[in-house]
């Protein structure tokens, strides 16, 4: 298959979801694709893997800077710290809001499907714009599924429009600190 056959191949499975362009050299397109590929090596191989330093995507960012502890010391304290605000943050919120149930570790922990849309979409706007940006905080970001949890929880006992101008009103009350980002 030459080079020119298979850019129309690709462009054909393509052509529904968007225009197809050709960049580059041209004067390779009646060219054998095998010839930009690589020697085939039959002999041997090792399929399997021992994959023995793998973290959670959310920890890469740790995991990358304690790859180098001694250099990024400084990096990782700030990190961690940043996280634990975060945390302590959203701890505030729930206990504001529902106090202490016995359940309130579900709360926490539990990825529930959204049951009050509104109210989880008033609640993540407000969680945005007055305690983290979530575009520039990704460890904050993980937590708005506790924001779900709040707008669907059955710990609270009223209706959908006092539910979220409740839990509004508490992140207006907890989120006083100023503007923070990369909180990864």
Not at 35 to 49: L, M, Q, R, S
Not at 59 to 67: D, G, N, S, T, W
Not at 129 to 146: P, S, T
């Amino acid at each position: 298959e030459t080079v020119e056959e298979q850019m129309e191949k690709i462009a054909n499975t393509t052509a529904v979801y968007s225009e197809i362009g050709h960049f580059g050299d041209g004067s390779i397109v009646k060219d054998i694709v095998g010839a930009f590929e690589g020697p085939k090596d039959t002999g041997n191989i090792d399929t399997t893997t021992d994959i023995t330093d793998a973290v959670p995507a959310y920890e890469v960012p740790i995991a990358r800077l304690e790859k180098n502890r001694k250099n990024n010391s400084d990096k990782i304290h700030s990190l961690r710290k940043g996280r634990k605000f975060v945390d302590d943050i959203v701890d505030d919120i729930v206990y504001k809001v529902v106090g202490e149930p016995e359940n309130v570790e579900d709360i926490f922990e539990q990825v529930h499907e959204i049951r009050d849309f509104e109210c989880f979409t008033k609640v993540v706007r407000e969680f945005h714009d007055k305690c983290f940006n979530l575009g520039e905080n990704g460890f904050a970001l993980r937590k708005v599924h506790v924001l779900a949890n709040l707008c669907g929880s059955e710990v609270l006992h009223v209706d959908k429009e006092e539910n979220s101008e409740n839990i509004i009103g508490v992140i207006q009350g907890v989120c006083n600190h100023p503007k923070m980002v990369e909180i990864n």
